[in-house]
Structure formats: structure tokens, C-alpha cells
């Protein structure tokens, strides 16, 4: 379903690709980047705007420890639900603050009208692997489970580097970086 869209990635080897949506966020996104650095992970951060214009300096963290950073929106619109214009006006908000031609929407929730627009400027990247971190009713355990059974080589993973998802991040986040890690995986950034 929509091809032109990028879910996972062609590899040969064992790499895979940890993405976090919504921030930078103090607090969660400085232990995310700790656990990244023990395992000398790459990964990319699809920034919120409003959140890079409130912390500018975790978001240069970010840049200098050599991950790479995408556009998220300004203020986390979800393209079904707001005027194609408005969510243009927000993403180009939002591009003042994340010089990047990777985009996420938020929700993964995107118009086909929208997408044909974006993806003259930016590659749009969903994902093969939703953690679902943010959600306070997760079976840790079954995501663990599928984790397991889903997470292929190439494979692009969705974790949240916000306040609604760190109680499960700082779980599944450290699970997820050792058990592939001593699978001999990379974690490369897109």
C-alpha cells in the first residue's frame, strides 16, 4: 500500500533502522541518546518543530553525536484531519527549525492528495515495526514477542522520545538494543 511511501529498507546485511518521533524531549531524549551511544547506534529523530524551537540544544545534541533528524511537523498535525494548505503551512513551519529532506507525518496519518505533494521536497518515511510505546495499556512482554517475530533485517522501528511514551521507551528501548545487538544487527540512521 502506497509504494511511494518508504517502510522498510533493502539490505544485505544485518541493519536496522531506530527512529523516534515527537521530540526532542529533555529527560527522554538524553536517555535515549545514552542508550544509543552504548551500543554506537545511529538512528533518526523525526523533531517536532515547536519542540526544537523550545529545546534547540537537544536538538544540536542530536546533530553533533552524528544522528540524523527529520521533519515531524510544527505542532504535530494529523494530515487527515486539518486542510491540506494548513498542514503544508505547518511542515514549512517546521523546516525553519529541521533542515532535512525526510519527513514523517504524525500518527502516520497522510491524505494521498498530500503525499503526492510532499514527495516532490522530501522522502516520506513510515515504518515496519510501530513499538506502540505510547500507548499506557501496552503488554510489554507481546511487544516483545513481536518484536521478535517482526524485525527483519532492513526493518525501520518507531519508538516516541516524548513524557506519554518514556515509561515503556526506557523498557523496550534497552531490550530491543541488546537482543539485536548480540544478533550481530547495526542500527544505522536513514
Same mark, same amino acid.
Given at each position: 500500500?502506497?509504494?511511494?511511501?518508504?517502510?522498510?529498507?533493502?539490505?544485505?546485511?544485518?541493519?536496522?533502522?531506530?527512529?523516534?518521533?515527537?521530540?526532542?524531549?529533555?529527560?527522554?531524549?538524553?536517555?535515549?541518546?545514552?542508550?544509543?551511544?552504548?551500543?554506537?547506534?545511529?538512528?533518526?529523530?523525526?523533531?517536532?518543530? /515547536?519542540?526544537?524551537?523550545?529545546?534547540?540544544?537537544?536538538?544540536?545534541?542530536?546533530?553533533?553525536?552524528?544522528?540524523?533528524?527529520?521533519?515531524?511537523?510544527?505542532?504535530?498535525?494529523?494530515?487527515?484531519?486539518?486542510?491540506?494548505?494548513?498542514?503544508?503551512?505547518?511542515?514549512?513551519?517546521?523546516?525553519? /527549525?529541521?533542515?532535512?529532506?525526510?519527513?514523517?507525518?504524525?500518527?502516520?496519518?497522510?491524505?494521498? /492528495?498530500?503525499?503526492?505533494?510532499?514527495?516532490?521536497?522530501?522522502?516520506?518515511?513510515?515504518?515496519?515495526?510501530?513499538?506502540?510505546?505510547?500507548?499506557?495499556?501496552?503488554?510489554?512482554?507481546?511487544?516483545?514477542?513481536?518484536?521478535?517475530?517482526?524485525?527483519?533485517?532492513?526493518?525501520?522501528?518507531?519508538?516516541?522520545?516524548?513524557?506519554?511514551?518514556?515509561?515503556?521507551?526506557?523498557?523496550?528501548?534497552?531490550?530491543?538494543?541488546?537482543?539485536?545487538?548480540?544478533?550481530?544487527?547495526?542500527?544505522?540512521?536513514?
Amino acid at each position: 500500500m502506497f509504494p511511494q511511501l518508504i517502510w522498510q529498507k533493502r539490505v544485505t546485511e544485518k541493519i536496522l533502522y531506530i527512529t523516534f518521533d515527537d521530540g526532542p524531549c529533555p529527560g527522554v531524549t538524553d536517555f535515549v541518546l545514552e542508550q544509543l551511544e552504548q551500543y554506537h547506534a545511529k538512528a533518526t529523530f523525526f523533531c517536532v518543530g /515547536s519542540n526544537v524551537i523550545k529545546h534547540p540544544e537537544l536538538y544540536q545534541t542530536l546533530l553533533q553525536k552524528g544522528h540524523v533528524t527529520g521533519n515531524h511537523t510544527q505542532e504535530h498535525l494529523n494530515g487527515l484531519f486539518c486542510k491540506s494548505t494548513t498542514y503544508y503551512d505547518d511542515i514549512e513551519r517546521a523546516s525553519k /527549525s529541521i533542515d532535512s529532506k525526510l519527513f514523517r507525518p504524525p500518527y502516520g496519518k497522510i491524505k494521498t /492528495s498530500q503525499i503526492n505533494y510532499l514527495k516532490k521536497r522530501y522522502q516520506i518515511i513510515m515504518w515496519d515495526f510501530l513499538t506502540a510505546d505510547f500507548d499506557a495499556d501496552l503488554d510489554i512482554e507481546l511487544c516483545k514477542k513481536k518484536m521478535g517475530k517482526y524485525i527483519k533485517p532492513g526493518s525501520i522501528i518507531v519508538f516516541h522520545d516524548s513524557i506519554k511514551a518514556a515509561e515503556n521507551l526506557k523498557i523496550l528501548l534497552p531490550y530491543m538494543l541488546h537482543k539485536y545487538a548480540a544478533e550481530d544487527y547495526q542500527f544505522h540512521s536513514l
